[in-house]
């Protein structure tokens, strides 16, 4: 059991964790706390210095500003190609800072982020990260690049997880994103140049991965990705961008292998790069960069994917969408717009179907990352 600073990896996080994971509240124009239903975050992601603008989530999935909170650290004022650049893990929400190579730690609090700690990430250039049981992989873009893994004290403190740094293929590999399987056992990477999916296995009494076990997508050009509940491998494919080539292929995933169950379903738009995989496990969402819009499809039993719609087109966002994020109940899904600087809201419907209702705007073309509660 992998144990550190007082607590388990395979146990809960203290109780005081879980008490901290009020909803996120002060708007700008001074709302209570109590009246948001959840939150939606977002990097700005500015080489000035990097922050997260919070948006409070009415019960209608409708938004209103609730702050803006330094990371402590830079942005690099450009794309990062990545998914996971911020993840919430019981009451802690947890940021990449590419420009001055660190990772912040943020409890949240009934009416702000409280920043708790800014730690280096142990590389160049972190893209992404996944938490899981009071243990942080962070995935570092620089260079050759790497993962490597930081602990999580009880009131949110980061510290280097000794020995825990892994490369990736090896071969520049271009990596968009990192994250634990739902049991927390293994760790998967997705490389874009390479069009290898990497996986590590972690070491349940110390926490430290081994690996890389580099395996090739069935599709070019894998980029996001997410589990569905029974742990089948859900991954965005933008075959570099061809037009109306990208697809999404789902696998099993099992002893760090992994097999292709739907090889590259086509979205027949462009630039499939995002994943967000509902709590049930019924449906899977993409955005298409090149062609604004979202792509839903109904993942089977066995983990086999099929189109909600003929066109490819389950849902139209603003220009250029990026990262998505659920809600924690999943009835709202939010895309990152990177071409005008704003927020695309969704109901999702009994069918998987998306409902607009609106979003937020004013964001920094600069922004990456989306977290949503």
């Not at 239903?37 to 500015?46: K, R």
């Not at 942080?136 to 873009?141: F, G, S």
């Not at 995933?253 to 027949?268: F, K």
Request: some cysteine.
């Amino acid at each position: 059991m992998f144990e550190v600073l007082g607590f388990s990896r395979r146990a809960a996080l203290p109780v005081a964790l879980a008490l901290a994971a009020a909803a996120l509240g002060v708007s700008a124009a001074g709302a209570s706390a109590s009246s948001a239903a959840g939150e939606v975050y977002t990097l700005t992601n500015s080489p000035a210095g990097n922050a997260v603008k919070a948006f409070d989530r009415a019960g209608d999935g409708s938004l209103a500003p609730a702050g803006q909170f330094a990371t402590g650290g830079t942005g690099t004022g450009g794309g990062l190609g990545n998914q996971g650049a911020m993840v919430i893990e019981r009451g802690l929400l947890f940021a990449v800072n590419p420009g001055s190579d660190s990772i912040s730690s943020f409890r949240i609090r009934p009416d702000r982020l409280e920043l708790i700690d800014t730690d280096p990430s142990g590389g160049d250039q972190p893209i992404s990260l996944t938490a899981d049981d009071g243990l942080l992989y962070v995935l570092n873009a620089g260079g050759a690049g790497n993962i490597t893994g930081l602990v999580v004290s009880e009131n949110g403190a980061l510290s280097p997880l000794a020995g825990s740094t892994r490369p990736l293929s090896g071969a520049g590999p271009g990596p968009a994103q990192v994250s634990f399987d739902p049991d927390g056992e293994q760790l998967v990477v997705s490389e874009k140049d390479t069009n290898l999916i990497d996986t590590y296995e972690i070491d349940d009494d110390s926490g430290l991965a081994s690996g890389p076990n580099p395996q090739p997508s069935a599709g070019q050009t894998p980029f996001g990705f997410g589990f569905d509940k029974r742990g089948h491998l859900i991954v965005s494919e933008a075959f570099g961008g061809a037009p109306d080539a990208s697809a999404v292929s789902s696998y099993r995933l099992e002893n760090g292998l992994i097999d292709p169950i739907t090889p590259s379903a086509p979205t027949t738009e462009t630039a499939a790069c995002w994943i967000a995989v509902t709590k049930d496990g019924r449906f899977t969402y993409t955005t298409n960069t090149g062609s604004a819009s979202i792509s839903g499809y109904r993942i089977g039993h066995q983990g086999e994917l099929s189109a909600l719609d003929p066109d490819g087109q389950t849902g139209v966002t603003g220009p250029g969408p990026i990262d998505m994020a659920l809600s924690r109940n999943s009835r709202y899904l939010y895309s990152l717009n990177s071409g005008d600087g704003t927020l695309s809201g969704f109901r999702v419907g009994a069918r998987g179907d998306l409902t607009p209702i609106g979003g937020a705007a004013g964001l920094p073309l600069s922004a990456s990352g989306l977290a949503a509660r």
